[in-house]
């Protein structure tokens, strides 16, 4: 099992730049998660799916921000136009549909730097 | 709604020190929790569990207990090493229905030689 897996690891682009992170979750795992760390305001859920629908994307921060999952085997989230306080480190994440026992499994997350 | 607290950081100590950080929750029914560690420039990855009342959950020489009646779930090492510095979410998540977790804001832990 490979795990959760993001790309790239690091993003530096400049203001006004598109930016698209992407994850590959675990095969088998029907809901993923997209979350948000800083400094400033720790672990944001930013959007989940569960089957590929989008259940709940009220931590989208602004229009500027959007996610989709065409399969279930990849999902991407793009920021159009990226802002310097995008900067963070952004993390994918996936566990099975339905089990809420079950913990989440994370990536190593991309780094995004916008100047 | 659900809700985690956890003891705020950061928090020094020595090797060898016995650990406590404090998670206390608030859930509508009967979650599952969880302890997560962050090691730097690393995701989340899961480090103990526990799925009812009672259960205690451990790994790694770390243990936590799912208190119901005081609506917490410690962490507790008895020597802690250099190399568990790192930093610990606690996280709810309902049984059913909801797929989301709730964490805590993260405790950073710093062990010194």
């Known amino acids: 099992d490979a795990g959760v897996i993001q790309s790239p690891r690091h993003e530096v682009t400049e203001m006004g730049q598109e930016v698209t992170l992407r994850c590959k979750p675990i095969?088998?795992?029907?809901?993923l998660f997209w979350y948000r760390q800083t400094m400033m305001r720790g672990l944001e859920l930013l959007i989940y799916?569960?089957?590929?629908?989008?259940?709940?994307d009220s931590g989208m921060p602004e229009d500027r921000f959007s996610a989709k999952m065409p399969n279930a085997s990849f999902s991407t989230l793009k920021i159009q136009p990226s802002e310097p306080r995008d900067s963070a480190v952004y993390f994918c994440?996936?566990?099975?549909?339905?089990?809420?026992?079950?913990?989440?499994?994370f990536g190593n997350g991309t780094r995004l730097t916008v100047t | 709604g659900n809700s985690v607290t956890q003891m705020e950081g950061p928090v020094t100590l020595s090797e060898e020190a016995f650990l406590t950080i404090n998670c206390t929750y608030t859930?509508?029914?009967?979650?599952?929790l969880f302890w997560y560690v962050q090691y730097p420039g690393e995701g989340l990855q899961l480090l103990l569990k526990?799925?009812?009342?009672?259960d205690k959950g451990s790994n790694k020489g770390f243990e936590a207990t799912y208190r119901k009646e005081t609506t917490s779930f410690h962490l507790e090492k008895g020597s802690v090493q250099v190399s568990d510095s790192a930093v610990y979410f606690c996280?709810?998540?309902?049984?059913?229905?909801?797929?989301?977790?709730?964490f805590g804001t993260g405790t950073r832990l710093t062990i010194i030689p």
């Open positions: 799916f569960n089957n590929n629908v989008p259940i709940d």
């Open positions: 859930a509508t029914g009967y979650p599952s």
């Open positions: 526990a799925t009812k009342a009672d």
């Open positions: 095969s088998g795992h029907n809901s």
């Open positions: 996280a709810l998540s309902e049984n059913f229905g909801n797929e989301k977790l709730t």
């Open positions: 994440a996936s566990r099975p549909t339905g089990e809420g026992n079950s913990p989440l499994h």
